[in-house]
């Protein structure tokens, strides 16, 4: 509820400081006294539209502030969390405006976009005037009343949850269909190309080991002729190797008589021979491993020619080959395995679409039951409040083909205003007192179904007196016993029922220099000596004060 309304520099108001009752609370006053400066102010704290002319002559600029009390789970408390808000304790919307047009919104005293304080703001309040276009009036509201005043919330969330299955479902369904369609037009490739590298047997490596060989073998032919002659040398017929031999024989018999002079050249000779029969040995190993057979090549250069024609056709390195013969075969699998899961998945598809029109279907039954219920409470509302020869109903046009998150119904509150003339859209039929009237008699029927907790209504009973302002005193009443109630009201019968009474005046300020609006509580006098005023007009007579005593006491 709203705790208390501070408005400073306003148009005509200067300061004032405005602390509602929990039920009903009315303001009265002369016509252009500033009722409707103080309702615009509201509506400035509330996040509506900023502008400079609002800001009092010779200031700077006005400022706005109300406080709250609401349930710690409120949806304005949600909201404002939202925004990294901390919202312990009172919920406190406050909005500067500068005289040069430009506003400031706070929540909490954090900064906040104009926008996120409207969307905390209609969470608390709903203004209701002759001349309203929000609240009742947004169609797209209608559908959550009727949930709400059908206790079908929760059903209604089963068919948003069921919904929400149905699309996933058919998102994951189309996702794997494209993805096999795709699959299946590279189908016939897939089946080529892995046979090919299946065929190949490419393994990691293998086109490196083949071109070291290659190449060893191209160059073996060039070397082998200069290793044969060096082999020849050193182990032919004209082979070093036996001369050298027969001389270490013969020096050896002669050791005995010189050794001396003969033995260092028996050591001389001895490395030689070694030395000659190792590069002997060398060489003659080099010519064998120089030796290949031609068609060797011919196998190497095939094998490392095919590997390297494959690498170009599928656009990969030699050695990735393997890997993607690999893939080939898991995107075969896959698409075997695929298939049999898109069939799993349609069938799913198939069934949360099935279940998300069972329960929408149930739904819809439900909501055309709750809808005459509703229209049933309405009417009864309708002849107190001078509307006995209208008619109001639910308009339900339920389409499965457009069906959403919401359901198959598409749900708009319709009136008839007289009997013979057209039915059509609340907002589009009714005239404003009439309008006035019918959302007084629909939030008096929903009052304890996601009404806000704060309902300000403006004047609703302007043009209408007796019996029909004393009926909407009463809803007015019953309507404050289940939410907070503000109404701007000319009407005595309404001012006579509320538990607290505001005068809003006029008076001159700054010894007669300018007019401010001021803003009074009454007490019980004062409040007799108003309602009398509201009945006699400028001169108040015993008769006027008479009738509001009891008016008062029947209130």
Same mark, same amino acid.
């Given at each position: ?8 520099? %306003? ?23 500033? &009722? ?11 996040g509506g539209r900023g502008d400079g002319s609002l800001v009092r002559s ?167 002729? @200069? ?34 002079? +003969? ?89 949360? &679409? ?41 308009? +339900? ?74 009926? %909407? ?37 700054? &010894? ?10 009454? @007490? ?6 108003? +309602? ?24």
């Amino acid at each position: 509820m709203l705790v208390q309304l501070a408005i400073r520099d %306003i148009v005509l108001i200067d300061r004032i400081d405005f602390d509602p009752d929990r039920g009903l609370t009315v303001l009265t006053g002369e016509t252009g006294a500033g &009722k409707s400066i103080l309702l615009d102010a509201f509506t400035l704290a509330l996040g509506g539209r900023g502008d400079g002319s609002l800001v009092r002559s010779g200031q700077t600029q006005g400022q706005v502030t109300a406080v709250f009390d609401l349930p710690p789970a409120h949806p304005a408390r949600e909201a404002a969390r939202a925004q990294a808000i901390d919202v312990d304790g009172d919920l406190i919307l406050r909005r500067v405006q500068m005289a040069d047009g430009r506003t400031r919104a706070f929540v909490n005293d954090q900064a906040v976009s104009a926008q996120a304080l409207r969307a905390i703001g209609a969470s608390i309040v709903e203004i209701h005037g002759q001349h309203d276009d929000r609240a009742l009036t947004d169609a797209s509201t209608h559908r959550g009343l009727l949930d709400a005043f059908g206790c079908l919330t929760k059903q209604a969330d089963d068919v948003r949850a069921a919904h929400r299955r149905m699309r996933e479902s058919a998102e994951a369904r189309a996702a794997e269909e494209a993805r096999l369609g795709k699959a299946r037009a590279e189908a016939d490739y897939l089946t080529h190309a892995h046979a090919e590298l299946s065929k190949l047997k490419a393994e990691p490596g293998e086109e490196e080991k083949l071109a070291t060989r290659r190449q060893q073998m191209m160059q073996a032919e060039k070397v082998a002729t @200069d290793l044969r002659e060096a082999f020849e040398t050193v182990g032919g017929d004209g082979s070093p190797i036996s001369a050298l031999a027969a001389a270490l024989r013969r020096l050896e018999r002669r050791q005995a008589q010189a050794p001396t002079l +003969i033995d260092p050249s028996l050591a001389a000779l001895s490395s030689a021979l070694d030395s000659v029969e190792a590069a002997r040995a060398v060489l003659e190993s080099a010519l064998e491993e120089a030796a290949y057979d031609p068609r060797e090549l011919e196998r190497v250069e095939e094998r490392l020619f095919g590997l390297r024609a494959a690498g170009r056709k599928y656009q990969c390195a030699v050695d990735a080959l393997p890997a993607l013969a690999e893939k080939f075969a898991a995107n075969l699998a896959a698409l075997a395995a695929g298939e049999s899961a898109l069939v799993k998945l349609a069938a799913e598809a198939e069934r949360a &679409k099935a279940q998300f029109a069972d329960k929408a279907a149930a739904l819809s039954k439900a909501r055309a039951a709750a809808a005459k219920k509703l229209d049933k409470a309405v009417m009864a509302e309708l002849a107190p409040l001078k509307l006995e020869r209208a008619q109001f109903f639910t308009q +339900i046009d339920a389409d499965a083909a457009g069906a959403t998150a919401d359901g198959i119904d598409r749900v708009e509150f319709w009136v008839q205003t007289n009997p013979g003339a057209r039915p059509g859209p609340l907002m589009k039929v009714a005239s404003g007192g009439e309008l006035a009237r019918f959302m007084l008699a629909l939030k008096v029927t929903l009052a304890d179904k996601g009404s806000a907790p704060t309902l300000v209504f403006d004047e609703i009973d302007t043009g209408v007196g007796g019996a029909v302002a004393d009926a %909407i005193g009463q809803r007015l009443a019953r309507l404050a016993s289940r939410v907070q109630v503000l109404a701007v009201t000319h009407a005595p019968q309404v001012a006579a029922r509320a538990g607290k009474h505001f005068r809003i005046a006029k008076a001159d300020a700054d &010894k007669g220099k300018r007019v401010a609006t001021h803003l009074a509580p009454l @007490d019980a006098r004062q409040r007799q000596e108003e +309602i009398a005023r509201m009945l006699a007009g400028a001169t108040i007579t015993e008769e006027a004060r008479a009738a509001a005593a009891r008016l008062l006491q029947a209130g």
